[in-house]
């Protein structure tokens, strides 16, 4: 069993669903790598939805020298099988023994929740039950902290919400977390770390005009809540440069802006310790495969975009690590994790 309150705890060798008997040696839970981030930088929260992803991601890490989150969505896990993403994770940890790094479940339900807490591969869900009164939120929340915390997993949860879509629920404003609520929340529930709502939101399309990041809202559960960790979805940045570059090579991208990166280290002075990044990935990839079929409009075989696409995501991967300040931190992480 993981124990979540020892740093150097791994998870142990176990059978999960699918009777796979894995040892995942560098597979630590995401309290262990906020206890040593807390208050000094950020660790990158990565979705991925397949094999060149993966390949690309920990290359990335690893060459930055920085630990990482791994994260698998709802949607991830249909797309790619839940199975399949499980055992990519525990093959990874094995192609790429220096890496450190957390399996965590993005925006899950409780059923989803409960699944990965029985992988035997997760280390760290998300619940997230936003959209529900705060009292209902508690609730289901509390029974999946009481399920992972048992099987030595952490717990992520929500309270506001992103505008925009969430795993199949909308909300049309932003839905500010507001602090007391938060104080009340972490102290119901015991989860592990706390994902808050400041005024980003998910996907390309952020900010209409200025944007606007309510640091005030994070000053203040930092006040209520000190040395708790919290985490910033909806964190890409868009480039404008990858946007030109896929519209240049015949996409139609209008009107797509996102978080300025400069404001990763504010953040995280001030309690955020895991930020979220999908969209920027998708867009790397959309900008690999435009460019590399405009340009080759001869070829078919899918290894001859993925062979361009997994160096320039590992790039991608390391320069975003040097934003948010976890690059270069691998060494210092694993000694005091002792692995
Ligand atoms: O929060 C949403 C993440 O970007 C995951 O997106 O549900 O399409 O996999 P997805
Ligand atoms: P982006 O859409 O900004 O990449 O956010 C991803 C996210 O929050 C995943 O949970
Ligand atoms: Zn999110």
Redesign the pocket.
Known sequence: MLNSYAVSARLPVQAGPAGLTQETAMIVTTKELFQQAYGKYAIGAY?I?NLEQTMGLFKGNVESKAPFIV?L????RSYTHKLMLETMMTTADKIFPDAVFAVHL??GDEETCMDCIASGVYSSVMIDASHFPIEKNIEITKRVVDAAHAKGIVVEAELGQLKGV??DVSAAEHVYTKPEEAEYFVKQTGIDSLACAIGTS??AFKFKGDQKLRFDILEKIQKLLPNFPLVM??SSSVPQDEVARINAAGGNIKGASGVDASQFLGAAKLGVTKI?I??DGRLVWCRVHREFFRDHPEKFDLRDPGKVFIPEYAKFIAAKNVLLGSAGHLDEVRAALKK
């Not at 969505?73 to 991830?76: H, L, N, Q, T, V």
């Open positions: 979705n939805n994260q969505s709802k949607g991830a993005d925006h969430e795993e998910h996907g979805h909806g979220n999908d969209t």
